[in-house]
């Protein structure tokens, strides 16, 4: 084997790894992409449990507070009546304002855990985004790396072929139209598609 033969070789092997070496970093990239997508994933139900969580337990305070605001009403009534105060002029008074204290007390409590349930949509939200955007990301990387395995094996298998062509001696180092595919048995398209599609 010449010289010229043993460098074809080493080249083709370079070429090769080259191929082989890109189509793992779009795999691994993938890869990475699909284990965010499914963190991210798990993150959004969390988020969104939490929330159903935190609107049942605001739905259980505001009955709470309201229940509690019926008591006292209630009792200051029974104790106007047991000290002979009728429900009119200044006690109806605070009892009015005590009724209107108390239920914007109850819609505090629902505003807040409307808020806080808000909060928590928003979250499982940005999370599934995020995993969209990581599942982009991936097949975008894989495509990459597929279009540079490709580049990159056509125009190394061209560069092999035209050394070997050159090699021979047989004048120009630039190959006719068609001598890849008799040297190679395929067209570098074909060669292309073997190295990025495995």
Do not use: C
Not at 13 to 18: F, H, K, L, N, T
Not at 35 to 47: D, S, V
Not at 161 to 186: D, E, I, P, Q
């Amino acid at each position: 084997m010449s010289f010229f033969g043993i460098g074809i070789g080493l080249g083709a092997y370079g070429v090769a790894s080259q191929v082989k070496a890109q189509q793992q970093a779009g795999k691994e990239a993938k890869r990475q992409a699909d284990e965010e997508n499914a963190l991210q994933q798990q993150n959004a139900l969390m988020a969104e449990r939490e929330k159903q969580a935190v609107l049942e337990a605001g739905a259980m305070e505001e009955r709470k507070q309201r229940k509690e605001g019926v008591r006292l009403k209630h009792a200051r009534l029974a104790a106007g009546g047991k000290a002979g105060v009728l429900p009119m002029g200044s006690f109806e008074l605070v009892q009015k304002e005590t009724s209107t204290e108390l239920e914007i007390d109850a819609l505090t409590i629902r505003s807040n855990t409307t808020e806080d349930a808000n909060a928590l949509q928003y979250q499982a939200d940005l999370s599934r985004s995020m995993g969209s955007s990581a599942l982009l990301r991936g097949k975008s990387a894989r495509k990459v790396s597929r279009h540079a395995a490709l580049s990159g094996g056509i125009s190394g298998a061209a560069g092999l072929a035209f050394m070997g062509y050159g090699a021979r001696g047989k004048g120009s180092s630039t190959m006719k139209a068609g001598t890849f595919k008799k040297k190679t048995g395929m067209g570098m398209g074909e060669f292309g598609s073997k190295w990025v599609n495995g």
